[in-house]
T-cell receptor, first 114, second 113 residues
Framework: DTGVSQDPRHKITKRGQNVTFRCDPI?????LYWYRQTLGQGPEFLTY????????KSRLLSDRFSAERPKGSFSTLEIQRTEQGDSAMYLC????????????FGAGSRLTVL | AQSVAQPEDQVNVAEGNPLTVKCTYS??????LFWYVQYPNRGLQFLLK??????LVKGSYGFEAEFNKSQTSFHLKKPSALVSDSALYFC???????????FGTGTRLQVFP
């Protein structure tokens, strides 16, 4: 197992376009988290899944954002009608349910909206 | 509301000297506290956590942190810094009845040879 994988590592898009990020967690982990990190800030929680169920969403996750984890394995985060304020690093992390505080993070997907 | 403050953007220390990276928190109820480290081009890595019990918590790579309830602090420490410890360090807090971590803004640690 090579850890948490995120794809693409960098995405440049024009304002108004849709983008999708994929996260492949550690296979044994049943929890998967999405965070967003902007320059000079710490990661901000967006949402998390336990298996395929989305259990919590932040108010930061506007209706332009949607996350799925259809089979309880990989997850996608889609941003519709991107805005310049969406430019950030999108981080995925996974964990065991019984060790929920020990998150293993991926290297992130950097989004630049022009 | 819960929050974490890391008052120093950067900490500079000479190799071999002790280091401290400061963190204070604000949360209702008993806090769960954490330190994560971020190396360039790599994901954040868990260092240590405080849930309950002994106020001095030991973690990975020789790091430790001291929980001080009266000062609402959770400072990260290491007796002897290494150049390889140079990285971005994040303090985080979680409230008992939630599953999300609230991170501080991070402190860049620079260890000079």
């Amino acid at each position: 197992d090579t850890g948490v994988s995120q794809d693409p590592r960098h995405k440049i898009t024009k304002r108004g376009q849709n983008v999708t990020f994929r996260c492949d967690p550690i296979s044994e982990h049943n929890r998967l988290y999405w965070y967003r990190q902007t320059l000079g800030q710490g990661p901000e929680f967006l949402t998390y899944f336990q298996n395929e169920a989305q259990l919590e969403k932040s108010r930061l996750l506007s209706d332009r954002f949607s996350a799925e984890r259809p089979k309880g394995s990989f997850s996608t985060l889609e941003i519709q009608r991107t805005e310049q304020g969406d430019s950030a690093m999108y981080l995925c992390a996974s964990s065991f349910e019984t060790k929920q505080d020990v998150l293993t993070f991926g290297a992130g997907s950097r989004l630049t909206v022009l | 509301a819960q929050s974490v403050a890391q008052p120093e953007d950067q900490v500079n220390v000479a190799e071999g000297n002790p280091l401290t990276v400061k963190c204070t928190y604000s949360v209702s109820g008993n806090p769960y506290l954490f330190w994560y480290v971020q190396y360039p081009n790599r994901g954040l890595q868990f260092l240590l956590k405080y849930i309950t019990g002994d106020n001095l918590v030991k973690g990975s790579y020789g790091f430790e942190a001291e929980f001080n309830k009266s000062q609402t602090s959770f400072h990260l420490k290491k007796p002897s810094a290494l150049v390889s410890d140079s990285a971005l360090y994040f303090c985080a807090v979680r409230r008992v009845n939630t599953d999300k971590l609230i991170f501080g803004t991070g402190t860049r640690l620079q260890v000079f040879p």
